[in-house]
């Protein structure tokens, strides 16, 4: 009977898999998506495969999306199952986002800053009507968009104009190569460079509700988005046969400053405090959820009460892996009959006891 | 003491499932006096004072408190609203673990000047003042006014619920297990704290406890509770050096022998 | 102008704005209490001012002439596109000045220029509960504005004094409404709640996401909360507008440059204009 059981199980995958293979392609008669297109085309789900796989490369999460169907997290689990292959040569110096050419720059603080307001592509103000134009297929691409021009004029971080006047609590820099999570497993207390690690990489609709809880009371959230700034930034590599660095390339970041109304008490000056956020690829939402839940999870390091889920550190950080959350949840699908075997004895045995019992009552 | 009690219950009854919490009890609290319901961890006491102050609702019997105008109100007839206003107002509630008592983020003075604000009072400096002298009169340093509860001790906790409670000068007290949860030496300090406000105040209190030391100590009258129903009441001394029903005298004797 | 084709007038359906300016009269009605409503899916995304734009596409018929302000400017990019789009599924005249409209939907700010009787200010709301940040269960917080329980947020405000020497909120200032009901202002700076206070115009407050209504009617008692020895006192950039020299006026801070450089300009882009313009 056993080995019965295994054929089949072995000719129902490879069935499994056929058949998925079909559905992926869909119906022979509509033109095949190319990766091209998706990393063109669809390429916010592109970075967002790119930020929860943790690995920037557009083509390869655009491949894992049109693997995946769509479906974006088995996408990122595919760029992640594919990115821990590779050899780890090291950490790169940190980003300086503070020299990024953005394509969007905004500041809900200040009506203008140094720099300037740079609107960007955005869905904000745009209005949610369906454009029933674009089911139109075959149009002329649209005519390239205006664009201010390139301003050289230096973008600081508002976080550096309020630093200036003392009103920003400063951060502690440090040399210390921070944790990679990749290779080392979380540890509790976990400090900040690894909690952002954590979250940059976690998943956007669980930050998004975390973070949304925070606003609504749920953590004592009263965020202002400092900047959020969006574009290429040069990734700097300093070989050990070298002793310096030198440029490797350019990544698409999006990086969110959230500015928090005051700590201090009467002993220490009411200070700003920062929320950070930095997401890989053009993940807005991702980077200001992200930057409302680091803030959040400094509760305990501020002296603030810390009550609410989105400050519980175990809380957020054990739950914002969607690889991991959708490898236990599904995994209930996978056979569980030896368990549950002994559950139906126990309870049928407790039944008989209570029964027993019930007819020694009457 | 007056002529009328300030709380009265008659024939209270309530069954978790086949379990009676509550099997006919009956009991009066005249003004001014301690009372104390005593029994081991299940017998119904606390579901008792749960019952007794509105926060659960009995299946049979009544409680009536007598309002400072002499007025007669059934506890479980008057509406969440009136129930709050009295909660607040002529009634307090000191819970056994502080914290379900005391608000843990906001300030000792902060705790104690709540129930002031709630009562209308809208001078920071006046309420600051009356928070101060509370803090002294439960034995803790005005200069931690401005700690939050979460940097005091267990039993400084404990002084500090009180203060929030007695702040506003309630008629009625409501303590379930106030010294439970802290080390002897430091209950011994808390009882001698709290006979001293009672008696200082006059104030009605209805004490829940296990500790009998604590009873004796306290109360003018004791209920002894067994499986929901009183088995036996009457004055603290003649309960406890001469009792009637077997219960009390195993719960005396288990003290006595410990 | 006319509307678009397809759309009724204001987006809305009729039975819709029925039902909102049911839950309007409601309010008005109780000056201060929240009115839950059946908030619609708008084409414009949660907190950009689905709850104001409801509200005006409520009340705003063909002869109307509309202001729509954010950080009480006209040409703020989110007041441009609520204009836009009223322009364009109701084709009311829009107008930058105060005095000429009869409805102004705002966010953040109260105009400087006093309303008179018959206009309505109305006003986006994120977070239409005060009690939220000290208690974020909506069950219990409607509990206790039925049972006027508010000793909660005194203390917040003693905790403030406590702490900071002062009241440490600067926006959003909490308010009693008719000495009856506790009320968010909405996040517009404490400088602009003596506004609220006996004004003239009708003021709604529209909340989408969180599917509450509420209103201050004309002429209705609107106190911030304080005590008798730390008196509501709102603070203001200690400067003059940059460009008509006011003192009075609620004040934008703009950076010039990242050596320290700033200077101060009238929020109110009208009134600004206004006193420019007189100035001559």
């Not at chain 1, 509790?188 to 690690?197: G, K």
């Not at chain 2, 509630?93 to 604000?117: I, Y």
């Not at chain 3, 304080?226 to 020299?245: N, S």
Request: aromatic content about 6%.
């Amino acid at each position: 009977m056993a080995y019965v059981a295994v054929k089949g199980g072995e000719r129902a995958i490879a069935g499994a898999h056929a058949w998925l293979d079909e559905l992926r392609r869909g119906d022979p008669a509509v033109p095949e998506l190319s990766v091209a297109q998706i990393e063109q085309q669809l390429s916010l789900a592109v970075d967002r495969v790119m930020a929860e796989g943790s690995c920037h490369d557009r083509g390869l999460a655009a491949l894992a999306v049109k693997q995946a169907r769509g479906d974006l997290i088995e996408a990122a689990f595919l760029l992640r199952a594919y990115r821990t292959t590779l050899p780890r040569f090291g950490a790169s110096t940190p980003l300086d986002t503070g020299a990024m050419r953005p394509i969007r720059r905004i500041s809900a603080t200040y009506k203008d800053l140094p720099g300037g307001q740079v609107l960007g592509p955005t869905f904000d103000y745009t209005h949610r009507l369906l454009d029933f134009a674009l089911a139109a297929e075959g149009a002329a691409p649209p005519p390239p968009a205006p664009r201010a021009p390139a301003e050289e004029a230096p973008m600081p971080r508002v976080t550096a104009i309020l630093a200036q006047e003392g009103l920003m609590a400063r951060e502690t820099p440090s040399e210390a190569e921070p944790p990679d999570l990749t290779r080392e497993p979380l540890a509790f207390p976990a400090d900040r460079p690894l909690r952002l690690q954590a979250l940059a990489r976690g998943d956007e609709g669980f930050l998004l509700a975390l973070g949304y809880s925070t606003q609504r009371g749920w953590g004592n959230a009263h965020p202002f988005v400092g900047e959020l700034r969006m574009g290429e930034v040069a990734v700097e590599f300093a070989p050990p046969e070298l002793g310096f660095p030198v440029e490797i390339g350019d990544i698409a970041v999006t990086e969110c400053q959230m500015v928090n109304q005051f700590a201090g008490s009467r002993t220490e000056p009411p200070q700003f405090t920062r929320g950070y956020g930095l997401v890989f690829g053009h993940c807005e939402r991702k980077a200001m959820a992200m930057a409302l839940v680091d803030r959040a999870l400094r509760a305990a390091e501020l002296g603030e009460e810390a009550a609410a889920p989105a400050q519980d550190q175990e809380f957020v950080l054990y739950h914002c892996d969607n690889v991991e959350a959708t490898g236990f949840v599904e995994h209930l699908k996978l056979p569980h009959y030896v368990d549950f075997q002994s559950e139906l004895e126990k309870l049928r045995a407790m039944r008989r006891t209570a029964e027993a019992a019930r007819e020694a009552a009457e | 003491m007056s002529a009328a009690p300030l709380l009265e219950a008659e024939g209270l009854s309530l069954r978790f499932g086949a379990i009676p919490a509550l099997d006919r009890v009956s009991l009066a609290v005249w003004p001014g006096e301690v009372v104390a319901i005593v029994g081991e961890s299940g017998s119904g006491k606390t579901t008792l004072l749960r019952v007794l102050s509105g926060l659960a609702r009995p299946q049979a019997g009544r409680v009536l408190y007598r309002d400072p105008a002499g007025e007669a109100r059934e506890v479980h007839g008057m509406g969440e609203a009136a129930l709050r206003r009295l909660h607040r107002s002529d009634w307090g509630f000191v819970h056994q673990n502080p914290r379900d008592g005391l608000r843990m983020g906001v300030s000792a003075g902060g705790n104690v000047g709540e129930r002031l604000m709630a009562a209308g009072a809208r001078h920071y400096g006046a309420i600051r003042a009356q928070a101060a002298a509370w803090l002294r009169r439960v034995e803790i340093d005005p200069a931690r006014m401005d700690d939050p509860p979460a940097k005091f001790s267990g039993g400084m906790q404990q002084r500090l619920q009180i203060a929030r409670t007695l702040v506003t000068h309630p008629r009625l007290v409501f303590m379930d297990e106030p010294t439970g949860g802290l080390d002897v030496s430091v209950q011994a300090r808390l009882l001698d704290l709290i006979r001293a406000l009672v008696a200082d105040l006059g104030l009605a209190v209805l004490l829940v406890t296990h500790d009998i030391a604590a009873a004796r100590l306290l109360a003018h009258r004791l209920l002894v509770m067994r499986h929901g129903r009183v088995v036996e009441e009457g004055l603290t001394d003649r309960v406890l050096d001469d009792p009637q029903h077997p219960y009390t005298q195993l719960l005396v004797s288990s003290v006595l022998a410990a | 102008m006319s509307a678009a084709p397809g759309y009724n007038f204001a987006y809305l359906d009729e039975n819709t704005k029925r039902m909102i300016r049911r839950a309007l009269l409601k309010a008005v009605a109780i000056p201060g209490h929240q009115v839950p409503f059946g908030s619609r899916e708008m084409p414009l995304p949660y907190g950009w001012g689905t709850g104001g734009i409801q509200v005006t596409a409520s009340v705003i018929g063909p002869d109307d002439t509309l202001k729509v302000i954010d950080q009480g400017a006209d040409d703020t990019t989110n007041a441009v596109s609520i204009r836009r789009f009223f322009a364009r599924v109701a084709g009311v005249a829009t107008t930058e000045r105060t005095a000429e409209a009869t409805i102004i939907q705002t966010r953040h700010r109260i105009p400087e220029t006093p309303l008179r009787e018959g206009q309505i200010l109305v006003y986006q709301v994120p977070m239409p509960e005060p009690l939220f940040r000290l208690e974020p269960r909506v069950a219990e917080t409607r509990r206790m504005h039925a049972l006027a329980d508010y000793g909660l947020m005194q203390v917040k405000l003693y905790e403030d004094i406590a702490r900071h020497g002062h009241i440490a909120i600067s926006y959003n200032y909490p308010v009693m409404v008719n000495g009856r009901y506790l009320m968010a202002p909405s996040p517009i700076p404490a400088f602009d709640n003596p506004k609220m206070h006996r004004m003239p115009a009708l003021q709604l407050f529209g909340a989408g996401r969180e599917k509450r209504l509420y209103a201050v009617p004309p002429y209705t008692e609107v106190r911030s909360l304080d005590f008798e020895d730390h008196p509501f006192r709102p603070p203001r950039a200690e400067a003059a507008c940059a460009l008509c020299g006011s003192r009075e006026s609620y004040l934008d801070e703009v950076v010039t440059d990242d050596r320290g450089g700033r200077m101060f300009l009238c929020s109110d882009t009208d009134w600004c204009r206004q006193r420019r313009e007189a100035a001559g």
